[in-house]
């Protein structure tokens, strides 16, 4: 199925109390009921609309040594949009009523505070997780991608099906490989030349030979975050090449065959952003791109959760259902 991306109706005047998610323990959401928060100066009240499920979100949900339980209410999303309710001292340029994407950490909520310079106006009619979109965009542009190149992408999903279509738009031959046959569909739809199935080592990298007339690709990306995938964008990267890390790794250290970086003279690109600053122009470009149809995201929302359900949403985002890509958790 295909999230629909209208807007939510306004929220009722005169609510006085909030609802929010939080991990209570390794698989296991609790929904609070807090007072309703009042924001301080040079910050807004957002009433979430919703918030994309990043895969981030795994490694809490999981249960890992490092974790404390319960977490804050709320905590963990952060790919919110919403409507600003309330507007704090100080607070210039913003009217309450607008609809805006916003860059927080505790959207699996029914409201959140956020400074008013970290929101990104969302045109009227629209409504998505912008800051994911920016993501795939600061990772682009960080990648240095041209017309020509060939490119690897190892991963194919929201993040990699969108890297996909930046890539062939740019002029490059995109060589997609993902576990799934139907997120190979999908790469082939944003644009991907050659499709390989992320099935075994060895066969792959002789594929990738094979399509490249034994050069391998100008710039790989590594768009999973788990050792076997890091380990196979490696192998595929040409001499002189750039291996681009946009997977999130948070499940412990990694191994790198260091002696094949070297001798192939290749350069490691970690394609992660932390300045707010980066993040917020991404998510302004990610704006502009979807309201003049320079991306499309249809077909890439798929699945659709309400807050109390985000136990759910979050098994999916791990499992991986029939036609699944990524999830929304509609909070109001």
């Known amino acids: 199925m295909n999230v629909s991306l209208t807007p939510a109706r306004e929220r009722p005047a005169g609510t006085q109390s909030m609802r929010a998610a939080r991990l209570i323990g390794p698989g296991r959401i609790e929904i609070v009921s807090l007072p309703l928060p009042e924001p301080g100066p040079g910050e807004v009240r957002i009433a979430v609309e919703a918030c994309g499920v990043c895969a981030s979100n795994l490694g809490p949900w999981a249960g890992p040594d490092w974790m404390t339980y319960p977490t804050e209410p709320g905590g963990m999303g952060h790919e919110g949009w919403g409507i600003v309710e309330a507007l704090g001292p100080d607070v210039t340029g913003v009217t309450v009523g607008e609809r805006a994407a916003f860059l927080g950490q505790r959207s699996y909520a029914s409201h959140e505070i956020v400074p008013a310079t970290h929101l990104v106006p969302l045109p009227e009619g629209t409504a998505f997780p912008a800051e994911p979109v920016a993501c795939a965009l600061n990772i682009f542009r960080r990648s240095g991608i041209g017309r020509g190149d060939r490119v690897a992408i190892v991963g194919v999903g929201f993040l990699g099906a969108l890297l996909t279509r930046l890539a062939a738009d740019a002029g490059a031959e995109v060589i997609a490989i993902s576990r799934r046959e139907e997120t190979l569909a999908l790469a082939r739809r944003m644009g991907a030349a050659r499709t390989v199935p992320m099935i075994d080592h060895h066969e792959i990298i002789d594929e990738v030979r094979e399509l ?66 980066t993040y917020l122009r991404g998510m302004r470009e990610a704006v502009e791109a979807v309201q003049k149809g320079w991306l499309d995201l249809s077909g890439l929302l798929t699945h659709s959760y309400p807050l109390e359900d985000l136990a759910a949403a979050l098994d999916a985002t791990r499992d991986k259902p029939e036609g699944f890509v990524k999830a929304v958790v509609r909070c109001s």
């Open 212 to 277: 490249t007339n034994g050069s391998f690709c100008e710039v790989v990306i590594e768009a999973v975050g788990k050792q076997w995938p890091l380990d196979l964008a490696g192998e595929l990267v040409a001499e002189g090449g750039r291996l681009v890390i946009a997977g999130y790794h948070q499940d412990g250290p990694r191994q790198v065959n260091m002696q094949q970086w070297n001798w192939r003279g290749i350069d490691v690109v970690n394609a992660h952003e932390r300045r707010p600053e």
